[in-house]
């Protein structure tokens, strides 16, 4: 039943109105659509929009496209206009053939998609996990046959559709699946596909199309007339000449208005509708109104308006409209002129009769949209009636529609008190989805009305969650810390999670805060009134940054540690982790606490995937990456990397590469890291993320230690220490300060460096804090000391797992042996860190090491780091994830891919490695020691 579809609404030419059957002039397009189905025929993905102005031959071309594909199933679904806001109006009605297959999918894919169809109810699910299981019910369809998905009229779908639509075309790849969409207008979603541009036929093909149309044209000139206005639009030809009275085809007046392309055809039709009497023009107009094309709704509201069945019989004679199964227009164009040419009150009329012939129950939704479109003015129960389709539009995660049904009830509310409440309502809903101009249109609109406190401290929230979203930059902060102040006294519990808010934001702005910077916000944060009742991980956590900021890391380090502990603490709710997300791990960071910080992350990551929190995961994926790249597992960095881009790309979001940038200043290789490292900050810069600058300085000061280029490393390593001295990227560049102050001989500088080090490392009394402050003690102490201190180091970080910090204390221990002309002991420590930063993959590093080896006397051949194959990144994350056992479902639920193209990757890994099955992938992918948790 695959190739039925029982709700499709595409408008297709009429049968039996005397249409062309075949296309003119349309071989190179046709040539290309065959290819395309050739490709599907052989297993490979194809994704095509064709897109030109209405009446071009879009939908002409899709039908030859269908015609063409007989042994394919074909599912057609198409955009109504009038349900261009309804959220996953557009996917339910292309799913409807599938929904059989719902059972066969993972629970969390299947429920996703029940609450989109509004087949059960609960808390919307993630956009993606819905586009997730959209894939895996096509990819399943097409294990019989071929499947082509034909969308029409695409302009005119609802956005939550489109997206995921787009998000399903982007993600197939290895499937026998096509989907092509026809649209007038692209529109950002569909602009990456491969696109075909439909165009008006050559003058010969237009000739005979128009001669087809009218036997016989008077005038010549009339004629030519005709071809030139057209240029060539199908729709046009044929139209124009039927709209034309006698006279004016005898060449008497002009043909055709002034109006251009579309709005002239529309204007043919207007034209011929003029002849119908009032009941056959009535009845059209509640046809163009009526969205499903369900002639019994049609009927049940035609009968209220007094309209006799007779109506319909001149109408479909004269190829307008077609009553049968569904209701169908001659052409969309029909429809569009029919609705925008009938007088105001008689569409009130329409969409009253029709809300009424609506069941309530059935779909209220509808229901509701016609209620609006009957109101004449301000019509507070419509109002009411919007309202509460949003909320139900809001629990299928049609938060698209939230916000345009919303913005509708505010027009529609009469009284001033509700009118700000929806008004706030919609912009929140907006910001959800993106929509930050609209967003703060509303919050202009609800501040001309009267609002309460809490409403204006709404307002100013708002206004600061948008200017975060937007950019993370230095605009958030004094907005937020308003919002908070003004909180205070209203309501305490937001407030203090206003202040955690705000306390992110001006870390991320960092050194280009304007104002709202780190020390007022905490300042103002602890003289916040205390939480009502017991102490939530979000207050220890306020309380200790807070206190870190103002008080200084000694007073803050015992706070710090209850903050970590209480998200470490099993029993604490999953919801406020995610909630809080990265900010849960800052204290470890400034205490540094290794295992605390990769525990709390390991959680969160683990509760992101649970709950499929796709715009939170890439943050904890980067925050994991950073972790074990630290630790020198780069293969499992390069893995969480990439799937936080696979993320970023399936949803579109931005994060900055921080986690890369990282990775590649350990791995070392000069050209790739620094131009990285230079666009990123550079980016960082003029979006105002004072972090992100911050960041790039540190990793650069890494890289240049690495490569020895001491100067340009100070300098680097002094920019990333002076910003927010009491935080953690400016105690990690310490050490890398004072390195290569003391390599450029700039010892001062180095010594002036090693107290706020004591200082940072102190506090947390770790084995990494400690280590690293022995490691550069002894980098400006000498004889014993020195070395006594060299030992501590190694001792210290060899009891951690960060790899690469314990391979630099055995490099500047082995520099300092040979300075002592110690050579023998000099060449064992400098041959283990040479070791070691080669089986790391630290090229630079390793490199320097070398270099030492060489002036103790040694020679060492140079081992080129080991780059395992030529595997890209995904595919390397999927051999992983093939080694460790998960099956390819399993990954691709993993990696937004379906499981044949999960198949296809790793049979070219197969190749790559020169391997035949799975069981050999584990001698062939070694084991690495931190994987990403699943
Ligand atoms: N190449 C062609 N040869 C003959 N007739 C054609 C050709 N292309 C289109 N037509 C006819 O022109 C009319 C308009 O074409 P069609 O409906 O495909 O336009 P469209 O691009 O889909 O417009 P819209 O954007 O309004 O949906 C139809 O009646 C169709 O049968
Ligand atoms: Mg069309």
């Given at each position: 039943m695959l190739n039925r579809n029982p709700l499709s609404t595409t408008q297709v030419g009429l049968s039996g109105s005397g249409r062309q059957s075949s296309l003119l002039g349309r071989e190179n397009e046709c040539a290309l659509l065959d290819e395309l189905l050739a490709d599907i025929r052989q297993g490979v993905s194809r994704a095509l929009v064709l897109h030109g102005e209405a009446g071009i031959g879009k939908t002409a071309l899709l039908e030859y496209l269908i015609k063409s594909a007989a042994d394919f199933y074909v599912v057609r679904a198409a955009g109504v206009e009038s349900e261009t806001e309804l959220a996953y109006a557009g996917l339910h009605q292309f799913c409807a053939p599938f929904l059989d297959r719902l059972g066969r999918l993972p629970a969390p894919m299947r429920q996703a998609l029940e609450i989109v169809f509004g087949l059960r109810l609960g808390s919307p699910p993630d956009r993606f996990l819905a586009g997730l299981g959209v894939l895996r019910l096509l990819s399943g369809a097409a294990d019989e046959r071929p499947l082509l998905c034909v969308i029409d009229d695409a302009q005119w779908l609802d956005r939550a559709s489109v997206l995921t639509l787009a998000f399903v075309a982007r993600r197939l790849l290895a499937e026998p699946v096509g989907i092509v969409f026809a649209t007038r207008d692209p529109g950002e979603e569909l602009r990456h596909f491969s696109d075909l541009e439909v165009r008006g036929l050559p003058d010969g093909d237009a000739r005979v199309l128009l001669s087809s149309a009218v036997r016989f044209i008077p005038d010549v000139r009339v004629r030519d007339r005709i071809l030139a206005e057209t240029h060539g639009n199908p729709l046009a030809l044929l139209e124009s000449p039927r709209g034309l009275t006698a006279a004016q085809l005898a060449?008497?007046?002009?043909?055709?208005?002034e109006q251009g392309g579309a709005g002239r055809i529309e204007q043919g039709f207007v034209a011929r509708l003029r002849a119908l009497s009032d009941d056959e023009r009535r009845l059209l107009v509640l046809a163009s109104a009526e969205p499903v094309g369900d002639p019994l709704l049609l009927w049940r509201a035609a009968n209220r308006l007094g309209i006799p069945r007779v109506a319909a019989l001149a109408p479909e004679t004269e190829g307008l409209v077609a009553i049968g199964e569904r209701v169908m227009f001659r052409h969309p164009l029909v429809r569009s002129a029919v609705y925008r040419s009938a007088a105001v009150e008689q569409r009130r009329a329409a969409h009253l009769a029709l809300a009424e012939a609506t069941d309530r129950a059935v779909d209220p939704d509808r229901r509701a949209w016609h209620m609006a479109a009957a109101a004449a003015g301000p019509d507070e129960p419509v109002a009411l009636e919007l309202e509460r389709s949003a909320g139900r539009a809001q629990s299928r995660g049609g938060l698209l529609a939230v916000a345009a049904l919303l913005q509708r009830s505010v027009v529609l509310s009469a009284d001033p008190v509700q009118r700000v409440r929806r008004t706030l309502s919609a912009a929140q809903a907006s910001l959800h989805v993106g929509a930050f101009d609209r967003a703060l249109r509303l919050l202009a609109t609800a501040e001309a009305g009267m609002l309460d406190e809490l409403q204006l401290a709404q307002v100013e929230l708002l206004r600061g969650a948008i200017a975060f979203a937007s950019s993370m930059g230095n605009a958030a902060p004094p907005l937020l810390l308003r919002a908070a102040r003004r909180l205070e006294p209203l309501d305490v519990a937001l407030a203090r999670e206003t202040y955690l808010d705000v306390w992110g934001a001006a870390l991320f702005a960092g050194r280009l805060a304007c104002a709202g910077a780190l020390p007022e916000v905490s300042r103002a944060a602890r003289s916040a009134p205390p939480p009502a009742g017991p102490e939530q991980p979000s207050d220890l956590l306020l309380g200790s940054l807070a206190t870190l900021v103002t008080e200084g890391r000694a007073t803050a380090a015992p706070l710090l540690r209850r903050a970590t502990t209480a998200f470490l603490?099993?029993?604490?709710?999953a919801q406020k982790n995610v909630r809080w997300g990265w900010m849960a791990t800052i204290p470890s960071h400034v205490l540094w606490d290794e295992d605390s910080w990769h525990a709390i992350n390991a959680r969160q990551l683990q509760e992101a995937r649970d709950a499929a929190a796709l715009a939170r995961l890439p943050i904890d994926l980067t925050a994991w990456a950073v972790l074990v790249a630290w630790r020198g597992d780069f293969g499992p960095a390069d893995a969480a990397i990439a799937e936080a881009q696979a993320v970023t790309e399936a949803t579109g979001s931005r994060l900055a590469p921080y986690a890369a940038l990282l990775l590649a200043a350990l791995r070392g290789r000069e050209v790739d890291a620094s131009t990285a490292i230079e666009s990123a900050t550079r980016e960082a810069g003029a979006g105002g993320q004072g972090i992100g600058v911050q960041w790039g300085d540190w990793v650069s000061a890494i890289l240049l230690n690495g490569l020895g280029q001491s100067e340009r490393a100070l300098a680097a390593a002094r920019r990333a220490a002076e910003e927010a001295p009491q935080l953690f990227i400016s105690g990690w560049a310490l050490p890398e300060l004072i390195e290569a102050a003391v390599h450029s001989g700039r010892t001062e500088l180095a010594a002036a460096a090693l107290e706020p080090l004591v200082e940072a490392t102190a506090a947390g009394g770790t084995d990494w804090g400690l280590g690293i402050q022995a490691r550069s003690r002894a980098l400006l102490s000498e004889d014993e000391a020195a070395e006594r201190l060299y030992q501590e180091a190694i001792e210290r970080l060899g009891r951690t797992r960060l790899r690469p910090e314990l391979a630099r204390a055995h490099l500047v221990y082995g520099e300092w042996l040979r300075r002592e002309h110690r050579r023998v002991d000099a060449r064992g420590e400098l041959r283990a860190a040479y070791d070691q930063f080669t089986s790391i993959g630290m090229e630079a590093f390793a490199e320097r090491a070398r270099r030492e080896l060489r002036a103790t006397g040694e020679t060492v051949r140079r081992r080129t780091v080991e780059t395992r194959d030529d595997l890209t990144a995904q595919e390397r994350q999927i051999a992983h994830l093939a080694r460790d056992g998960l099956s390819n479902p399993e990954i691709g639920a993993r990696l937004f891919l379906s499981p044949r193209t999960v198949e296809w990757h790793l049979r070219k890994v197969f190749s790559k490695l020169g391997i035949r099955s799975r069981r050999e992938l584990s001698s062939a992918v070694p084991t690495e020691s931190e994987l990403v948790p699943s």
């Open positions: 060449g008497m007046c002009s043909p055709l208005g603490d099993e029993a604490s709710p």
